[in-house]
């Protein structure tokens, strides 16, 4: 594990205002038997159960999903519910200049179809996820990040907002100076969408198993044997989708190529209709800063605020109540009119970034049948649900499923992982200074 044990305890939930919103999921017995499969999947998260609903119903596979928890356990149950563009921390041009414009071209109807996947799922399956207000907005903390906004090039489904548009339009806060406002994307509750998922690939006849976390993957004939505390199962073919979470043991090859970072989430007591209008912020739009160690923020539908920020290289008790309690002293810079309303829930959980910078789908090396689909960049509501779906593609024979910059194994990050992470924050707390309202 790359952190402290807390940070992976599978035996309680976080104490998430998701599942204490949601109707009680169905529990996913363990692993007990010994069986065959044609193909297992490790994680039950929206990459692993967007690929179980693909292989189940566009191919008729026999399917096995294991999760060490319950689904949802891992990211796709605790996130801000941005159904977002992203998935990549490549800009456009960095894309261009390695793949070339058919890649780039390829990543962005990626990103776009990957929200339509999401509302499709939500439909086909009638998850209720509580969909919010359309569209995101990127906000600009310094006047030179606001100009080289204005100055970047104007995505067609985009327009700028300054400061006086943005109190025009319910959005005023004291920290920012103007906005982008893109109509793709939506929020919605991801617990709920990801417990969704779950019930409709058990329907669909994929067999789900809670509290099976997978100890050991080895060769097995022409296949794999994968064996959990109380059970084992033979598959031809195995995906790996365990993002944050994974462990590389199980899987060598994966060993330094990934890096698993700390997002911290709290929710406060819903807001009156006085606070949220002396705010003057009044839309669920969702919304996030262009720091380097980013805020993101959405009013949720019963106006309690959720506030996002990253942060954090441990799991011990101390750190996370120092960044717990750095998060809410930014939020009240940035909103400052509700810095009366008390935290209700607190809780963080793990994202994933590759060295390449972009998501892997595609095959271990020199390991035949053995799959991967993780690195969503903490942008994976809609990157692993069509991740998921386009690495199951990938797996039966359609190797030009993943987005060309996705089908490249990731390299080794050259300095020491944990170093890598604390020179990051270092350099945004040097560059970026704290939060300031204006
Ligand atoms: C606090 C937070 C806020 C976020 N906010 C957003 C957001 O607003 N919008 C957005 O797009 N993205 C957001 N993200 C990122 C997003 O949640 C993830 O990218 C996405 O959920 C990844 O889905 P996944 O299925 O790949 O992995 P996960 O949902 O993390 O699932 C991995 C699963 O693998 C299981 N597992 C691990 N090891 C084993 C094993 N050995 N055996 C069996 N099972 C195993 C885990 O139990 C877990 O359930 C956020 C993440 C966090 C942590």
Request: glycine share 10%; aromatic share 10%.
């Amino acid at each position: 594990m790359f952190y402290e044990p807390e940070g992976y305890d599978v035996s309680t939930w976080p104490e998430t205002y998701w599942r204490a919103s949601a109707p009680a999921a169905r529990h996913y017995p363990p692993l007990e038997t010994s069986h065959r499969t044609e193909i297992a999947i490790i994680g039950a998260g929206y990459a692993g159960l967007n690929a179980a609903l693909e292989l189940v119903e566009g191919y008729g596979a026999d399917v096995t999903l294991l999760d060490a928890a319950q689904p949802g356990g891992g990211a796709s149950g605790r996130n801000g519910g941005f159904c977002c563009l992203g998935g990549a921390r490549l800009s456009a041009a960095t894309i261009r200049r390695r793949f070339g414009p058919e890649a780039t071209a390829n990543w962005e109807s990626f990103e776009i179809r990957a929200i339509e996947r999401v509302r499709d799922n939500l439909e086909r399956y009638h998850i209720d996820a509580k969909p919010c207000e359309g569209g995101e907005l990127l906000l600009a903390d310094t006047p030179r990040r606001w100009y080289a906004l204005k100055n970047e090039p104007l995505p067609g489904n985009a327009r700028l907002l300054d400061r006086l548009d943005l109190k025009n339009e319910g959005l005023q806060t004291a920290a920012y100076y103007g906005g982008r406002l893109v109509s793709c994307g939506f929020g919605l509750h991801p617990y709920a969408y990801v417990t969704g998922l779950a019930d409709a690939a058990m329907r669909a006849g994929a067999r789900i198993h809670g509290d099976s976390a997978v100890q050991a993957i080895q060769p097995d004939g022409d296949g794999w044997l994968l064996r959990t505390a109380r059970g084992q199962v033979r598959a031809k073919k195995v995906l790996m989708a365990t993002n944050g979470y994974s462990d590389e043991t199980l899987i060598p090859w994966l060993a330094g190529r990934w890096l698993p970072a700390i997002s911290n989430i709290m929710v406060t007591r819903p807001l009156s209709i006085t606070e949220l209008s002396a705010q003057g912020w009044t839309r669920t739009l969702m919304a996030y800063d262009n720091r380097l160690m980013l805020h993101y923020f959405r009013l949720l539908p019963d106006n309690r605020f959720l506030f996002g920020t990253r942060g954090g290289l441990s799991f011990h008790p101390a750190s996370v109540a120092e960044f717990a309690q750095k998060a809410r002293a930014e939020f009240e810079v940035i909103f400052p009119h509700f810095a009366t309303a008390e935290t209700e829930y607190a809780w963080n959980g793990l994202v994933c970034l590759m060295a390449s910078l972009s998501p892997y789908i595609g095959p271990v090396p020199s390991a035949p049948g053995l799959w991967i689909a993780m690195g969503w960049h903490g942008n994976g509501v809609a990157a692993a649900s069509e991740g998921g779906r386009r690495a199951a593609q990938a797996m039966l024979g359609a190797q030009e499923a993943p987005p060309i910059i996705a089908r490249q194994p990731p390299p080794r990050f050259l300095l020491p992982r944990k170093l890598a992470l604390r020179t990051l924050m270092t350099m945004a707390t040097l560059r970026e200074g704290p939060m300031r309202a204006l």
